[in-house]
Structures are given as C-alpha cells and as structure tokens.
C-alpha cells in the first residue's frame, strides 16, 4: 500500500488529480484520450486485447494436446505416478494461496475504494498504518511455515526416487548365467546419449566413466530395459553438464562431468516406449539430443541382450576378407560389404567401435584426440535401433518398415546438413571437434556403407519402429 502510494504521489499533478489519475493504471486510456478517440473504441481494444491473449493460450495449450514429453499423463512407473500425486497436491496448496491472496485483494478495494466522484486529494487515500504486528507476523509466518512443510515432504520424495536397488535380474550373457544388478551408465556428451550395459564386476560407484572398461552393451540414444524392475541409472557426462529425463518414467537428473549422480531410479510396469530430451541448455544441438527407453517383457529383453552381445555378423569371404585386413595383409575387396569394411576401417573406426569390424583399430585415446566428448556411438547394433543422430532421424521408416537409406546417406554425405555441430578443428593448435565431420565420401563408398550398417543387427519389432518414429 505504501510502495503505491508514493508512486502515485510522485507523479505530476495533472495525473494525480481526477479522472486522469486512472490513466497511469490503465495505459490504453491515455492512448485514447490522446489521439481523441472515444472511450468505446477503448473499450473495444481493450476487449481485443483480452481476447488475444485469451486466444493465444488457448491455442498454444494445444499444441501440446500429444506432447510425447508431457508430465502428466502417460504415467508407466511409481517414480512418475509418485511425483505426479505431489504435484497434484502442491497444486491445491496454489490453488488455495491464489484464491486467498484474490480474496485479500478484493475485499481491500471493495472497503477502502472511494465511492463517487465527489472527492478532493485529500481523502484520496484512506488514513495509513506503518505497523501491524500481527499482519506482519501472519503474512511472513504463514508462507514460511507452507513452505517448510513443502520442502519437507519434497526432500521425503525426492529420496524416494533414489534407488536402494537390491533386486537382481538372472541373464544369459554369451553362455553363461549372470546376477545382474540392474544398472544402466547413462552419458550425455554434445549431443547425444550413450547408455553402458556393465555385466562384469565394475564398479561403476568407485570409477569415473571416462576410465570405464568398455562396456558389455553400449547403445545410442536408445535404453532397453525389463519391465517390473528397478533400474538404477548412473548418470554422468563426458563434456558439459546435461540432464536427463524420462517423464513417464521419472523426474530428472543433471549430468555433470566428472562427478557420478546418486543412482537415480527408473521402472515401467508396462512394455512400451518412452520419450525423453536434454534438459540441461547444453550448446547448439540441445534440441537434438533426444532419447528413449524402451520396456520389454523378461523373455524379450534377454533376446536383446543375445543379440547384444555378439558381433558384427560377418560370412565366409567377408570374415576371410577381415581377418586378411587384420592379419597385415592387402586383399582385394570382391564385393560390396568387402569394399565397406575397408572404408570403415581407412575412415570411421578412429571414432566409431564396430565389434568384429574394426575393433581391433579403435582406441579410446584415439577418439579423445579428436573429439571434445571423447566418444562417438558405437555402430556394431546401429540396425537394432529405431533413432540416430541423437534422436532426430529414423533408422526404420515407420510408415513403409524399410531401412532408412535415404536418410542415412543425407548423414553420411554431411553430418551437419542434418544437425548442426562444430566438426572443425576449433584452432590449429586443438584438433579436437565437437559431432562428425564431413568426411568427403564418395557416392559409392556412402552406397557401401548404407549397406554395411543395414546388416548391423535385426530389424526391431514393429511396435518400437513405430513408437518412436520421428516426423
Ligand atoms: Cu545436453
């Protein structure tokens, strides 16, 4: 009351006094009054301005109808149901401050409002208090106890989404019998997401990603889990921070480099895909850095990991071809897939691991050399999943079920056509880049290449292919 006061006794006179003392709250009158134009045609704009803006909220709200990220329905696991039940209270507390605080309002211009227009200054303005210990106490009391008990029970929550894993999945690894503590390393890296399947005894807690074995399972963009089962996600980054964030799953957790999250937990009680993005404003590509999970049945999560866990399936000539290459040797490439092993190992496997291809040419320091991040996805299973390029194009056309060739040679031909990145050497002196760089390819050595990364692995099943198709 004070704060308006002054304000209003500091304007000049001519708008203090009388009617144009309104004209300061309400701009639009001014306006109307200036240019002479009658106090309808005010009203009038100021009608069309509410309906603007009314339209404006109404319309964008419903660009959101379908939104894939939307936190609020489409809820698949206690995670997301349990910080959607603490929303929806919250919300009610709002609601009940909003309303209290209009009420306060109201009732202040309805007791204290001069009525009439037979009034002078000077009893303009109703006699004023400077102290109400009461009114203090209450209005500073009340908030600070409301959001003491919401923090409170904010940080119960917010525990809870922990993980205190200790559930244990029995899988089939490459033969033998494995007690898998569900746990997924989660990397975020300019600008994409790398998830590690760790089946052996690392101890992910104590080592920092970056000095990791390479893991059992590594994927792109996409997380397969087992639905019903706790997941714990070790979530961290090889570059600037990022977050991570499934809605319908859980909230989300930042990823800071070189620093290990609390295990953050994930669990679908369904089978289904789930949409997440960066959230973290993380440089040019942020916007393109999406990912999804994707929640099997027991029996089919194992199918992936066997198909996981082996290698590049290479045949006959073409494995004697390789192990020619590898052995020192300079054979002729007959065919095809022959002429693409050579190129991938002469042109992509100083960044990209291909198990069974050229993984004897790969070395993480190598690719440290020349990437900012230090990593590139690992191509040995690109045809087992739906997305590349950090989510934005399609490995599998949804509406024809075919590979993606068109597409995939758009990326080859320049990567940054189809998303923006800084694949030049910053300076002389850093070689380093940030995303992959235009590699000059020939058309037939793309044609090979199309070829060699469509037999990188089974076709998904139909309903991933699409679920996740992107537009
Ligand atoms: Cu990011």
Redesign the pocket.
């Given at each position: 009351m004070t704060a308006a006061n002054n304000s209003l006794r500091d304007l000049p006179d001519s708008s203090r006094s009388g009617k144009l003392s309104q004209s300061t709250v309400i701009p639009a009158m001014t306006l109307a009054e200036g240019t002479g134009m009658t106090p309808n045609s005010s009203v009038a704009r100021r009608f069309a301005r509410v309906a603007l803006v009314v339209f404006a909220m109404v319309f964008f709200a419903a660009c959101a109808g379908d939104a894939e990220l939307d936190t609020r329905t489409d809820l698949a696991g206690p995670e997301a149901r349990d910080i959607e039940s603490f929303m929806r209270i919250l919300l009610w507390v709002t609601y009940a401050v909003f309303a209290f605080v209009m009420f306060i309002s109201f009732e202040a211009w309805r007791r204290f409002r001069i009525k009439g227009d037979d009034y002078t200054d000077d009893d303009e303005w109703p006699e004023q208090e400077d102290e109400n210990a009461l009114i203090e106490g209450l209005s500073n009391g009340v908030p600070a106890l409301i959001l003491a008990v919401v923090a409170v029970f904010t940080i119960i929550l917010h525990n809870q989404l922990n993980s205190d894993e200790t559930n244990v999945v029995t899988l089939d690894v490459a033969g033998a019998s494995v007690e898998w503590e569900p746990q997924v390393v989660v990397v975020?890296q300019?600008?994409w997401w790398e998830y590690q399947y760790h089946f052996g005894d690392v101890d992910i807690d104590q080592e920092r990603v970056q000095t990791l074995p390479v893991a059992d399972i590594v994927t792109a963009t996409q997380m397969v889990i087992p639905v019903g089962q706790e997941i714990e996600l070790e979530i961290t980054s090889r570059d600037?921070?990022?977050?991570h964030w499934i809605p319908s799953l859980n909230g989300k957790r930042d990823?800071v480099p070189g620093r290990q999250s609390a295990p953050w937990k994930i669990q679908a009680d369904r089978p289904g895909v789930f949409f997440g993005q960066?959230?973290?404003?993380?440089?040019l590509s942020?916007s393109r850095?999406r990912m999804q999970v994707v929640a099997l049945e027991p029996a089919d999560f194992q199918a992936w990991v066997d198909a996981q866990m082996t290698g590049y399936p290479l045949e006959g000539d073409d494995q004697a071809y390789l192990d020619a290459l590898v052995a020192g040797d300079s054979p002729t490439a007959e065919n095809s897939t022959q002429r693409a092993i050579a190129t991938f190992r002469g042109k992509c496997a100083s960044c990209h691991l291909m198990e069974n291809v050229a993984d004897d040419m790969w070395s993480q320091e190598r690719v440290a050399e020349q990437l900012v991040a230090g990593a590139a996805p690992n191509l040995t299973h690109f045809a087992t999943r739906t997305t590349f390029a950090g989510g934005i194009r399609n490995v599998w056309d949804p509406e024809t079920g075919e590979f993606n060739e068109t597409d995939l040679r758009e990326w080859l031909m320049n990567p940054a056509d189809v998303k923006a990145n800084y694949a030049e050497p910053a300076n002389d002196d850093d070689p380093r880049m940030r995303g992959m760089p235009n590699l000059n390819l020939t058309t037939e050595e793309i044609d090979d290449l199309v070829g060699l990364l469509k037999a990188a692995g089974e076709k998904p099943a139909e309903f991933i292919i699409e679920e996740t198709g992107v537009e």
């Open positions: 975020g300019q600008w600037v921070i990022h977050s990823a960066c959230t973290e404003f993380c440089g942020h850095m």
